[in-house]
Antibody, heavy 120, light 110 residues
């Protein structure tokens, strides 16, 4: 059974960089069959796709966040990571990592989510 | 990229059928058969209910079905049950090789 687990600081100061890691267990992140995505959800609001990475390192980002986002993968640790720079209060949200089978374009496994608050 | 448009809320009585719409453009919903639907209960991660417009993952009740016509996709829940009360989101692949979500629909079981 595949499991994803987000980790990282729960509090980030404005203008700093938010950094999160997603650890994948029960399967290899190196499998060529999947993309690995980050998705966020502000309290009481809808889901927003942030971006994704393939095991080759190729990435796709939400155009509205592209200038501030970097997603990377560490196959040796079976992890992928998110960095979001120059954060403001508007970036306060629950951040999820998720798996997307290449042939489905849908998210079949999700992490439990981690709340990141941007505040001084 | 703009969020796909969903009704804010839909309600129905137990046993009834309800349908949630998801309207996009020819660059997303209308252009690809990559529409998926997610169920989210409060405080929980979303759960995949439908992928590729109308396919159900293993373990998802056959009371959930999906379809698409033009730029609008739909999720139908038949035989509505109390446990179906949740938020529902659609998602679509786009011509920019990105993915987008719908605005979300709160389903209330009366």
């Amino acid at each position: 059974q595949v499991q994803l687990q987000e980790s990282g600081p729960g509090l980030v100061k404005p203008s700093q960089t938010l950094s999160l890691t997603c650890t994948v267990s029960g399967g290899s992140i190196s499998s060529g069959s999947y993309y690995w995505s980050w998705i966020r959800q502000p309290a009481g609001k809808g889901l927003e796709w942030i971006g994704r990475i393939y095991t080759s390192g190729s990435t796709n980002y939400n155009p509205s966040l592209k200038s501030r986002v970097t997603i990377s993968v560490d196959t040796s640790k079976n992890q992928f990571s998110l960095k979001l720079s120059s954060v403001t209060a508007a970036d306060t949200a629950v951040y999820y990592c998720a798996r997307e089978p290449r042939l489905k374009r849908a998210f079949d496994y999700w992490g439990q989510g981690t709340l990141v608050t941007v505040s001084s | 990229q703009s969020a796909l448009t969903q009704p804010a809320s839909v309600s129905g009585s137990p046993g009834q059928s309800i349908t949630i719409s998801c309207t996009g453009t020819s660059s997303d919903v209308g252009g690809y058969n990559y529409v998926s639907w997610y169920q989210q209960h409060p405080g929980k991660a979303p759960k995949l209910m439908i992928y590729d417009v109308s396919n159900r993952p293993s373990g998802v009740s056959n009371r959930f079905s999906g379809s698409k016509s033009g730029n609008t996709a739909s999720l139908t829940i038949s035989g509505l049950q109390a446990e179906d009360e949740a938020d529902y989101y659609c998602s679509s692949y786009t011509s920019s090789s990105t993915l987008g979500f719908g605005t979300g629909t709160k389903v209330t079981v009366l």
